[in-house]
């Protein structure tokens, strides 16, 4: 190996290649050397630099993250970080293949436009962990600042950021969420109108009700009792949900859209509500007299009754607001809250016919 013109330097394997006639060094680097390699972007103008100010809340997020997956042994993955260096730098290649040895200043300069907030977690986590963790670091070379900053925005402007319902659903180390995947999935009914891609369900879908509403309705009220309830518990709840909001009978006649533009049942708000409602429910009484309340409602009501119920009219100064010639959702918290108290008092005096105090 040849020696370095450096008197100080560091040393990483790297591979090399060229993206948009910039030349691209990524290498591995261990965690623990880290905050010594990178340069801190954080302060002053934000037109003097090329990344966002420090979020010590997302730091603390990703932090927790590798925390948790280390004590639980459980694997982690860490996205590359993307900086610029602003020295010169020494590439050795290793034959003619692209790879080799990097190597520059320990004064040198390089500062992330991209990924800032993972590599301040990084630190953090090498500081109280033995764990043996290299970061994937992707360098650009003496870029100008305003190329940097169009890197940013580039970076930030072209990824879209997937759903909260695909995130949960594809994340197992939430059980809630994965008890609700497995349950949803093999259900009957269910598995043909849960949405488990959108937070939302988009107007021209043929599914009713967003995976993230249940899971988060479910979330509100599994551990709401004396004790948790079982996996078969919740389930039973949701197949009195299903009988409470008349899905089966209405689901074939009519498209998701046309019926939400008018009713509310299948609306987040109004899943989040019957979560609450069941919150408080399971507070008072056990879960096999709340069953048979919502079942008697349920057997007492005509489906005029159920669907004047859930009409977003029905709902102003709630959960929606009024005030135009078609009623709309709220969607916020607050409404939820306020629309599960109404579920409560018609839940418990067996009516649909009731009015909030």
Not at 80 to 95: D, H, I, K
Not at 170 to 183: I, K, T
Not at 245 to 257: D, F, K, L, M, N
Request: negative net charge.
């Amino acid at each position: 190996m040849s020696k370095s013109n450096m008197e100080y330097y560091f040393e990483f394997p790297a591979s090399r290649g060229l993206q948009g006639g910039n030349i691209i060094l990524l290498m591995s680097v261990p965690g623990r050397t880290l905050a010594r390699v990178l340069a801190s972007d954080n302060y002053g103008h934000t037109l003097e630099r090329s990344q966002r100010e420090i979020n010590k809340s997302r730091v603390k997020k990703f932090y927790e993250y590798l925390v948790a997956a280390d004590e639980r042994k459980e694997p982690f993955i860490v996205p590359p970080l993307v900086g610029n260096c602003a020295s010169q730098v020494e590439f050795e290649e290793f034959g003619n293949t692209n790879v080799g040895v990097v190597r520059f200043p320990m004064d040198a300069e390089i500062k992330l436009f991209d990924g800032q907030h993972r590599a301040a977690g990084i630190s953090q986590f090498c500081k109280i962990s033995d764990s043996n963790l290299h970061v994937p670091l992707m360098m650009t070379l003496q870029l100008p600042l305003k190329t940097r900053q169009q890197f940013f925005s580039d970076i930030n402007n072209n990824v879209s950021k997937p759903s909260a319902a695909i995130n949960m659903a594809y994340n197992g180390r939430n059980q809630v969420a994965q008890n609700m995947v497995s349950f949803l999935s093999s259900h009957a009914v269910f598995s043909e109108i849960t949405d488990f891609e959108h937070n939302v369900v988009p107007a021209k879908s043929d599914l009713w009700i967003s995976f993230k509403a249940l899971s988060d309705a479910t979330a509100k009220f599994s551990t709401s009792g004396a004790q948790p309830l079982s996996e078969g518990d919740v389930f039973d709840i949701w197949e009195a949900w299903l009988n409470l909001t008349a899905i089966e009978g209405i689901r074939h006649g009519v498209s998701q859209a046309e019926y939400k533009r008018d009713y509310i049942q299948f609306h987040a708000v109004m899943i989040n509500a019957f979560g609450f409602a069941l919150q408080e429910l399971l507070k008072h009484h056990p879960l096999h007299a709340v069953l048979l309340m919502i079942e008697e409602l349920v057997a007492k009501a005509t489906m005029q009754e159920l669907e004047n119920f859930f009409l977003i009219s029905s709902w102003a100064g709630i959960c929606a607001n009024a005030e135009k010639d078609r009623a709309t959702v709220i969607a916020s918290v607050p409404a939820q809250k306020t629309a599960a108290h109404r579920l409560v008092m018609a839940i418990k005096e067996g009516t649909f016919d009731v009015v909030c105090d």
